[in-house]
């Protein structure tokens, strides 16, 4: 009998197509994690309330099955797209919104230090909202093209970035504007889209393996330290239905594919907040949260009968180098912030990317260090709690959305 050992082995998801309807063996997609307890199945344990003579217990019984699981990853451009289209329980748009100067009757555009300007038509007709990450070809300023480019303002006829342009006055008429990849946003009243998934995870030494039908992904957690690796941590909760496949029928999903991504470091990674680029954070993190529950009934089925979420829940912790009050002032005054992150591959540019927006919050809660003898900086330590993030309602050049994620990756 072979042991399995601690390493060799894996996890694999496919979307169902509904609730009761395990996914078929193929086309599923490998789990890349570096660790997290993984499926696990329990059962309530109901104890025998009988009083016995003889001062023993009468055995009890199984209840109700429960199945979660939880994994953490590094993360990769592409290595976690339906995850984060379940959680979102949105669907990513269309891939490269390319528009020129006959779109939207743009005519032609001249560029600023921080603005592209176009000589009529609208950019909001175009397709374009603040948070988007595109870039500029075709440019007769060339050190314009092919950069990623995040808009930070939207109206008819300019687009403000955050990034610093070739100021040209002259007419162009060449360009190429193009949002890079897929954006995933909030969907509207009616339209969110809850998404079922079987889980699988397979041991090679002992050629057995568990699955997991039903699985509702609930949240997903980003999260940044110096010198590090960005950290991806996901969870999801399902109705209690789990089967071992005995060696020889398992595993049951065949061939799953690897993302090929490469983990994403810190370093290259830009966090923009109240306008401003942030250089001296020492350590974030965002979770975003759809609150599943699997009920208990009473059922002569020991599984739940479906997995229901509830609002989705946008939290953020960010601790800072101390060197001046202005976060502690917006706190008191509660002034709206945004906050952009953008993390890029280590590659020419245009660079692979994966862009988080959350638009619309206040600051919880602003805390700064003690005092101490040691060598070192002060800091202050930033919450923003759910209750305190909310959807954008700014209206045109926005995303009505509390959450707004863009890959570059066209699929």
């Known amino acids: 009998m072979a042991y399995q050992e601690q390493w060799n082995g894996y996890a694999a998801a496919k979307v169902q197509s509904g609730i009761g309807s395990q996914a078929s063996s193929t086309g599923a997609t490998i789990i890349r994690q570096t660790g ?15 009083v016995r003579r003889d001062g023993m217990s009468t055995r009890g019984r199984h209840g109700l099955r429960k199945s979660t699981g939880a994994y953490t990853h590094e993360y990769s451009v592409g290595g976690f797209d339906d995850i984060m289209q379940a959680v979102m329980r949105g669907t990513w748009g269309s891939a490269d919104l390319a528009v020129t100067e006959a779109t939207a009757g743009l005519t032609s555009i001249t560029t600023g230090a921080n603005t592209i300007v176009a000589a009529a038509g609208s950019w909001i007709t175009a397709g374009f909202k603040v948070g988007d990450v595109c870039v500029l070809t075709g440019h007769s300023s ?23 342009l070739t100021v040209n006055a002259v007419a162009d008429t060449a360009f190429t504007l193009t ?17 079922y998934f079987t889980v699988e995870e397979y041991e090679y030494d002992t050629d057995q393996s568990e699955v997991f039908t039903d699985c509702v992904w609930g949240s997903f957690k980003l999260s940044m330290r110096p010198n590090g690796l960005l950290q991806f941590d996901t969870s999801w909760v399902g109705t209690g239905q789990t089967e071992v496949k005995a060696s020889g029928s398992s595993p049951h999903f065949t061939s799953p594919a690897t993302p090929s991504g490469v ?9 923009r907040m109240g306008g401003i680029d942030l250089l001296d954070l020492t350590s974030f993190d965002i979770t975003v949260d759809n609150q599943p529950v699997a009920p208990d009934v009473i059922s002569a089925s020991p599984y739940s009968p479906a997995v229901f979420s509830g609002s989705e829940m946008v939290t953020m912790n960010l601790t800072a180098l101390r ?40 600051l919880g809660s602003v805390d700064k260090s003690a005092l101490a003898k040691s060598g070192g900086p002060r800091t ?32």
Do not use: C, W
């Not at 997290?36 to 009988?50: D, F, M, N, P």
């Not at 983990?263 to 966090?271: D, G, Q, R, S």
């Open 36 to 50: 997290g307890v993984g499926g696990r199945t329990t059962k309530a344990a109901i104890e025998s309330q009988e």
């Open 142 to 164: 060339a050190g314009n093209n092919s950069r990623n480019l995040r808009i930070t303002g939207v109206t008819a006829l300019t687009l403000t970035v955050a990034e610093t």
């Open 179 to 195: 949002r890079t990849g897929r954006v995933l946003v909030n969907p509207g009243a009616g339209a969110l889209v809850k998404r």
């Open 263 to 271: 983990p994403l470091a810190v370093v290259e990674a830009t966090i």
């Open 323 to 362: 060197k001046d009050l202005v976060f502690m002032t917006d706190f008191l005054a509660e002034t709206p912030y945004s906050l952009h992150i953008l993390a890029t591959e280590s590659e020419s540019e245009p660079k692979s990317f994966v862009s988080i927006m959350v638009p619309n919050f206040t």
């Open 380 to 411: 202050q330590s930033i919450s923003v709690p759910a209750a305190l993030v909310g959807v954008d309602n700014t209206g045109a050049g926005y995303d009505a959305t509390q959450v707004k994620i863009q890959v570059s990756n066209a699929t």
